[in-house]
């Protein structure tokens, strides 16, 4: 009785584990666990991070209440009260709010015209602005600091030299996202606007920058994230502890004096660039809304 | 670059007035790359082949290409191709460490990006913004979390003497090779996963169904079309994180401080922003930069291939 039962059992197992194989379309059992473990492992150890900025005591590693102490409660130690990491969090909004003043402008005038520019020379732009996006940030903070050192020797280290740091390397993103779009676009609709008697800088205005809208609001997003997320270029091209970064200061006081004023610094730099980017993602959505088209946004920054 | 084939076939007439027009469009940008990204370039190759003022030590360029000085690169060279001598172990330790956190990286990256882009369903949305999110936060921030979490009284030796694993708390920040290569895949992985995850999602689906027709099982299906599909992606994945890996620093000199983790990246910044022999950390960016450009010489040559097979 008990034999036949468990041949039952076994072969109806055995029956849907061979309907789990034959569908095509069935999920997988193994990938979700790894994805769902893989999110943990990424997520977890920031929120561990964060929980300890809150912390009431000076130790990192064990809670210890809650307090805004190492915000601003600490009469010397907390993120406001100490001028080393007030002014890295003020450095940082700072090179990355130049960044994407300048950058979102210029990276789109760069991404219309070598788009639609063809012939001598637009190869070659095309090839120098893409090698940024594979020069190690390395080799690229020596050949500014040694630039601005031994050559362009006008351009101070400190706020100067970084923003134009920033600036460098992230034109390429501001490039790749609007060019991705205009490609989408096609050459059409401005040929339309100019044929209905548009000048070439009206068609732009009028025709192209509308749609391109979207694609200008998510560069500036990536601008303002990978700015604030600089490190080497930064500390390379910094001229000393009143022009260091937040990433700067981490490197600086992370092994050697440690508080959890450092991790509330840390905590504000995201909480930071979090909103900058909800406030551009609402923005992006409006504009995508006001053109009625649904794509989800994590989907465009994906692809 | 097929798509500006494209472009340029919808309008023959290419309008000369109008290309001076989208080259002025260009032009600040241009100009911009040229003064701020080749230009460096060319100091960088005048610095390394030029000498040190004998007193102040101060870098002195040679900026006439017929008067260049081939001393620091000697000296890199020796260095680099002697057996056991510093630059060559610290080069061979960085190839070993880029190798490892790459391959590692790749085995939680391709999973991850397959799951979400072809299982993810009604969760698709929220598993990206969890793919997505690490981009926003700092790579020291990341790594500051670690050191919370790997230093003496941190909750990883909590965790593993609880378990049993270890006896007593381990020093995990003390010149360990597999401290700097968790940070490496900790830090790094996101950069892998998401342009996996936009060539996997758009996989066209009646390939896969194609091959399940035709009798192969889902792991043959995966194997015999989906892997070789993503050969390119892989690629591009692997150059993506390992090329900003080749100049790292930052993440041995946070979770170890020991020279026993030193790589090419701490030498360069040792001799750049240490002052001292700054004509050799040129030639160090340089014989990186060369070491690197052979790289991508030949993950230009591999995809080129690779397309001229599919017939792309």
Redesign the interface.
């Known amino acids: 009785m008990t034999s036949v039962a468990g041949a039952g059992a076994g072969s109806a197992r055995n029956g849907r584990l061979r309907e789990w194989i034959a569908n095509p379309w069935g999920k997988p059992r193994v990938l979700p666990l790894v994805t769902v473990a893989y999110l943990a492992w990424s997520i977890l150890p920031i929120l561990i991070a964060i929980r300890f900025s809150f912390n009431e005591g000076r130790s990192r590693s064990t809670a210890q209440g809650w307090s805004f102490r190492w915000y601003w409660e600490d009469p010397d130690l907390s993120v406001w009260a100490d001028p080393d990491l007030r002014t890295a969090l003020f450095q940082s909004l700072r090179l990355a709010g130049i960044a994407v003043l300048v950058t979102v402008p210029l990276g789109t005038a760069l991404a219309i015209g070598l788009t639609r520019w063809r012939g001598r020379g637009s190869g070659a732009a095309r090839a120098v602005s893409l090698a940024t996006l594979v020069t190690p940030e390395i080799v690229m903070g020596t050949a500014l600091l040694l630039v601005f050192v031994n050559l362009l020797t006008f351009v101070p280290l400190g706020t100067p030299a970084q923003a134009i740091g920033h600036i460098t390397f992230s034109l390429v993103f501001v490039l790749i996202i609007v060019r991705g779009r205009l490609l989408a676009i096609g050459p059409e609709y401005e040929e339309a606007a100019r044929d209905l008697g548009a000048s070439r800088l009206q068609a732009i205005r009028l025709a192209l920058l509308p749609m391109l809208w979207p694609a200008i609001v998510a560069s500036g997003i990536i601008v303002f994230a990978i700015s604030m997320d600089d490190f080497v270029i930064s500390q390379f091209l910094s001229s000393g502890t009143n022009t260091d970064t937040v990433p700067v200061r981490i490197y600086a006081t992370g092994r050697t004096a440690p508080t959890p004023a450092l991790n509330a610094l840390a905590t504000l730099t995201l909480a930071v660039t979090i909103a900058f980017a909800a406030l551009g993602f609402l923005l992006w959505w409006l504009l995508k809304r006001a053109r009625g088209d649904r794509e989800s946004a994590l989907e465009h920054l994906a692809h | 670059m097929s ?1 500006d084939a494209g ?2 076939a ?2 023959p007439v ?1 309008d000369r007035r ?2 001076a ?10 100009a ?10 060319y ?2 190759l ?2 390394a082949f030029g000498s040190v003022h004998p007193v102040f030590l101060t ?1 002195q ?1 040679a900026w006439n290409p017929l008067s260049w000085d081939t001393r620091a690169f000697e000296f890199v060279l020796e260095g680099l191709f002697t057996p056991g001598a510093a630059f060559q172990v610290v080069f061979l330790r960085t190839l070993a460490y880029v190798a490892i956190a790459t391959s590692l990286s790749l085995l ?1 990256a391709y ?2 990006a ?3 882009a072809r ?1 993810g369903g009604r969760y698709k ?1 929220l ?23 790997l ?1 003496d ?3 990883v030796n ?1 965790v593993l003497v609880w378990a049993g694993v270890l006896d007593g708390p381990r020093n995990w ?1 003390d010149g360990r090779a597999s401290s700097v290569i968790l940070g490496m895949v ?1 830090g790094y ?2 950069f892998m996963i ?1 342009p996996l ?2 060539f996997l ?2 996989i066209d689906g009646r390939l ?2 194609a091959a ?1 027709d035709l009798g192969a ?2 792991f043959q ?1 995966f194997r015999l079309v989906t892997l070789p599909l993503s050969g390119p992606a892989i690629l591009a994945a692997v ?1 993506i994180i390992a ?2 890996m ?5 993440t041995p ?2 979770l170890s ?1 020991s020279p026993n983790t030193s790589l090419i ?1 701490n030498q ?2 040792l001799y ?2 240490g002052g001292q022999q ?1 004509p050799v ?2 030639a160090l ?1 340089v014989c ?2 060369a070491f ?1 450009a052979v790289l ?1 010489a030949y993950y230009l040559v591999v995809t080129v291939r690779a397309q001229r097979r599919l017939g792309g």
């Not at chain 2, 027009?21 to 241009?30: E, I, K, Q, R, Y």
């Open positions: 798509e472009a340029a919808e309008r290419v109008g290309n027009f989208w080259a002025s469009l260009a032009l600040p940008g241009v911009w790359l040229c003064l701020f990204f080749l230009l460096p370039f100091v960088i005048c610095v870098p360029p939680i999973p991850v397959y799951y979400v299982h949305g598993l990206l913004a969890g793919l997505v999110a690490p981009f926003f936060i700092s790579y020291l921030m990341r790594m500051l979390a670690w050191i919370n979490l230093q009284d941190g909750w909590d920040l900790y992985v996101p998401l995850y936009a999602d758009r896969l169904e399940r099982s889902r299906t150059a090329l900003p080749f100049g790292d620093y930052y000199d946070l401080q990246g360069i910044s750049i922003r700054v950390g040129a960016v990186l930069m690197l991508m």
